[in-house]
């Protein structure tokens, strides 16, 4: 993580600080403190970071889908962008936050099959950490930049199948 987050532009790393800094903060005072319950804090959190996360996933599909030329320090950017938000992801699926529909999309079992879960997030993490690598290493649209990007891709997939009401 510490290398994503000193690569990661200091705005972003700003913003997101802010986004879960403002709940973590307010859930200290959560008995007097009006306003949402920290559960409902988290589901927002995690929310506006997977918002995040495909905005900043998608112009890597398109490079790879050709839509998009390979710029290598636009490349850089976004994984690292998404590298860093993924790990963010580990704060905001807590207990409390398992509220159902309407709140969340989030199904119960993430927190009754909670190691499995986590190894998903784990996977999806080291992947979006590979495809850092890839990205600052290659200088095209290679094959070997499309697996990493595919690869993260399925994790998104895979984890919505089982873990995210449609
Ligand atoms: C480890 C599981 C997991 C992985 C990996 C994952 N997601 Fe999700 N995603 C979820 C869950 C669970 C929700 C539902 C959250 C909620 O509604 O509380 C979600 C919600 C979303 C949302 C909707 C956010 C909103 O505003 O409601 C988007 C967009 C999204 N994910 C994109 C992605 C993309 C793109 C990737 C891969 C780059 C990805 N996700 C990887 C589990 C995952």
């Known amino acids: 993580m ?27 005072n959560a008995q007097s403190a009006p306003g949402p319950s920290p559960a409902r804090q988290a589901v927002e959190a995690r929310k506006a970071v997977f918002t995040l996360i495909a905005n900043n996933f998608r112009p890597l599909g398109e490079v790879v889908k050709g839509n998009a030329q390979f710029d290598p320090a636009e490349v850089q950017k976004r994984a690292a962008r998404v590298v860093f938000l993924a790990g963010l992801l580990d704060e905001t699926f807590p207990d409390a936050s398992n509220l159902g529909e309407p709140d969340s999309k989030a199904k119960p079992e993430i927190w009754s099959d909670r190691a499995e879960f986590d190894k998903k997030l784990k996977d999806f993490q080291s992947h979006a950490a590979a495809l850092v690598k890839v990205g600052a290493t290659e200088a095209s649209a290679t094959d070997g930049f499309k697996a990493a990007v595919a690869t993260v891709g399925q994790d998104c997939k895979g984890c919505h199948e089982t873990y995210k009401i449609k």
């Not at 700003?14 to 403002?22: E, H, I, Q």
């Open 2 to 28: 510490s290398h994503s987050f000193f690569t990661a532009p200091r705005a972003l790393v700003v913003s997101a600080a802010l986004l879960l800094g403002a709940g973590f903060a307010l859930s200290a």
